[in-house]
């Protein structure tokens, strides 16, 4: 009976979703779009796999999930607590959320477009970032100290890493002038004067040390302050956010830098073994801390693909003041190795934002091209080799945690292979290991969080492991996030 209850179900949301794809195809096709793909056959054509998997996987609500993963991307301004901020009235943003260094602000309604940030005028930095705020959620939960050592496993295109630099970098050294109290979200006008003039004597800009081409940084100024594209692609002033090469999106955000849409498409197998220091291209030293004295924390964003990794790096550069960036490092490993063979218990905070489906891209090429679903851009055996790829890195991490440390996992997909399935397999996997990792891993529970209000923000819907955010709900996402830590043993 509960079986024919299911079909009963499912049919019904299948019966919903027939006229969606047309009416959405008339309404948001424009001059052409997704012309191009007219050369699939049937064979290509994933569609009835893809509407199939979910429509069990969300029964009657997948007809309206699907039409809200067709609308455009809704941003929130992540505020830079790093420098001065004083233009957001006059742009009409409103206050959205706030916890500890961390401040949301957003249009009353999604305007037509997302204009560029405008920078400080003390310092020249990047004033606020926009980005999905499902995507705030994951770097919220670590919660670093100032002295712990954090990793970005995945960092591209850079809105989490923000997060992490705000909330690892905000507290300043007591040897450096203290902040404003009066200052709820930026520096004192003292601090942020002298900022800039630390900008001016030792500025160098996050670079490949692969590369090593300082005269291409120019280069990367103008790609930062090209305009801002439509809502439908929006667009960071200073990055360019690199899409799964199957989707007409990646276009567009080539065209226009810096979007933060923190979807990821499945890693490329070209990578480098390079890194840079965010300031001085060397790690961060001790030298001006007491012996003893608790030296300040680091973070470490990696990126494996060069192109992606150099962009993380303008966007790092746009936000960040030269003072603080010798405290941040870009590298260019390989997340599913590298972590756990070298630098083994070394983290106190790890984020790993894996490269995964990304279904909402699928969704809006889908709704451009008719309907088709190209089997190159999604299809289940796709899904299932992200998911191995994707254990990968979660034990990695896990392997990098010290004992009592905390790792953040999350994907931009759907499917619960991808999601509860990969933590289900690593908690399976840690606990045979146990003796040689280092500690017992536990799933902290969503109870325990303690951000308040933010699972309703966030259109979150609790799963077994963690929290699905759907754009059905509050327009956010699609979003899982899972929250471990790595027990004393």
Not at 68 to 95: I, K, R, Y
Not at 311 to 329: D, F, K
Not at 415 to 440: I, R, T, Y
Not at 441 to 470: F, H, I, N, P
Request: glycine share 8%.
């Amino acid at each position: 009976m509960e079986e024919a209850t299911k079909h009963e179900k499912q049919a019904g949301g299948e019966a919903r979703l027939r006229p969606l794809l047309p009416e959405m195809k008339s309404s948001r096709r424009k001059d052409g779009a997704g012309r191009g793909l007219g050369h699939l056959g049937k064979a290509a054509d994933n569609s009835a796999e893809f509407h199939g998997l979910f429509s069990a996987q969300f029964l009657q609500r997948y007809a309206e999930l699907f039409e809200a993963l067709a609308q455009p991307v809704q941003h929130v301004a992540l505020l830079n607590s790093l420098t001065d901020v004083n233009d957001c009235d006059e742009m009409g943003l409103e206050s959205f959320y706030r916890h500890g260094t961390i401040s949301c602000l957003r249009h009353p309604q999604p305007p037509d477009s997302y204009p560029p940030p405008p920078d400080c005028p003390y310092t020249q930095l990047r004033q606020f970032y926009w980005m999905d705020f499902a995507s705030v959620l994951p770097p919220l939960l670590l919660a670093p100290q100032p002295h712990h050592a954090v990793l970005e496993m995945c960092a591209a295109p850079g809105g989490m890493s923000l997060v992490l630099a705000q909330q690892l970098l905000k507290r300043v050294p007591a040897q450096q002038p203290q902040q404003s109290s009066a200052g709820a979200v930026g520096l004192s006008t003292g601090l942020l004067e002298q900022l800039a003039l630390q900008e001016q004597q030792q500025q160098q800009p996050l670079q490949d040390q692969d590369q090593e081409q300082p005269e291409q940084q120019p280069e990367l100024e103008q790609e930062r302050l090209a305009e801002a594209p439509q809502l439908d692609s929006v667009q960071q002033p200073t990055e360019v956010h690199v899409a799964d090469s199957s989707t007409s999106e990646q276009q567009q955000q080539q065209q226009a830098p810096a979007a933060d849409a923190e979807d990821r498409p499945s890693s490329s197998d070209a990578g480098s073994d390079g890194e840079d220091d965010a300031a001085t291209g060397s790690t961060p030293s001790s030298a001006g801390y007491a012996s003893g004295a608790q030296q300040p924390g680091r973070l470490v964003c990696n990126e494996m693909d060069p192109n992606r990794r150099q962009r993380l790096s303008a966007v790092l550069a746009a936000y960040l003041p030269g003072s603080l960036r010798r405290r941040v490092r870009c590298t260019g490993q390989d997340a599913a190795k590298h972590w756990a063979t070298f630098e083994a218990g070394m983290y106190d905070r790890v984020l790993l934002d894996a490269p995964c489906s990304s279904e909402r891209h699928v969704v809006q090429q889908a709704v451009q091209a008719g309907g088709v679903v190209p089997a190159s851009s999604w299809s289940k055996e796709r899904c299932q080799q992200l998911a191995a790829q994707q254990l990968k890195m979660l034990l990695g991490g896990l392997r990098a945690l010290k004992p009592g440390g905390r790792l953040v996992y999350c994907t931009s997909s759907l499917a619960e292979v991808e999601n509860d399935a990969v933590v289900h397999k690593a908690l399976q996997q840690q606990q045979q290991q146990q003796q040689q990792q280092g500690g017992e891993v536990r799933v902290v529970a969503v109870d325990e969080w303690g951000l308040e209000g933010v699972e309703e923000l966030s259109g979150g819907q609790r799963t077994k492991y963690g929290l699905l955010c759907l754009p059905d709900k509050q327009g956010w996402g699609p979003l899982y996030v899972a929250l471990l830590e790595k027990t004393s043993g």
